[in-house]
């Protein structure tokens, strides 16, 4: 079975500017969940789908948002970017019944 | 506050020795716990994992031993190798599905 694959792997971005990034969860997963990792904060829970619906939320501002669509791939946007969100975004996904969450490789977001 | 925490950044040891891992969480509540293992570029793989209701679980050369009283975590690798180098995340489970994490501890093997 595949992995959770994130697309892009890398993206530049500069400040004010948005981006929308890409999961692909495992076949059959419905749960996505997205995390921050940063080497000052560690990984942060921002959001989580099932079913394309939001069940859960971090301590994330509104600028953070996602969505999720039928086929469960999820989409995260990060709006008016700031230094600070530099990072690597990572996406877990979950199969109904099961605790696991299973990462994909992420994708590193550098803000100039 | 929410806070999952390591008793140790780092971890040095020689290749075939045990390695163990502790983690320090906060949440009594919470009732699964989860060890990830982060290599340089790469996404958090799945170790293994535990429920409040055990106090330990095996897997292959590694095992999680779990104890609520006093809030505490680890994770045991039986004669590390040079593959087993990288950096290792406990996380709790808090309300649905959300996964708070510690710190990490970057361990290193050597030979």
């Known amino acids: 079975k595949a992995g959770v694959t994130q697309t892009p792997r890398y993206l530049i971005k500069t400040r004010g500017q948005q981006v929308t990034l890409s999961c692909s969860p495992i076949s059959g997963h419905r749960s996505v969940s997205w995390y921050q990792q940063t080497p000052g904060q560690g990984l942060q829970f921002l959001f989580e789908y099932f079913s394309e619906t939001q069940r859960n939320k971090g301590n994330f501002p509104g600028r953070f948002s996602g969505r999720q669509f039928s086929n469960s791939r999820s989409e995260m946007n990060v709006s008016t970017l700031e230094l600070g969100d530099s990072a690597l975004y990572l996406c877990?996904?979950?199969?109904?019944?099961?605790?696991?969450?299973?990462f994909g490789p992420g994708t590193r977001l550098l803000v100039l | 506050g929410e806070s999952v925490g390591l008793h140790l950044p780092t971890l040095s040891v020689q290749e075939g020795d045990n390695s163990i891992i502790n983690c320090a969480y906060s949440n009594s509540a919470s009732d699964y716990f989860i060890w990830y293992k982060q290599e340089s570029g790469k996404g958090p793989q799945f170790i293994i994992d535990i429920r409040s209701n055990m106090d330990k679980r095996q897997g292959q050369r590694v095992t999680v031993l779990l104890n609520k009283t006093v809030k505490h975590l680890s994770l045991q690798i039986a004669a590390t190798q040079p593959g087993d180098s990288a950096v290792y995340f406990c996380?709790?489970?808090?309300?649905?599905?959300?996964?708070?994490f510690g710190q990490g501890t970057r361990l290193t093997i050597n030979p």
């Open positions: 996380a709790e489970k808090w309300g649905a599905q959300k996964l708070v």
């Open positions: 877990a996904s979950r199969g109904t019944g099961s605790e696991t969450q299973y």
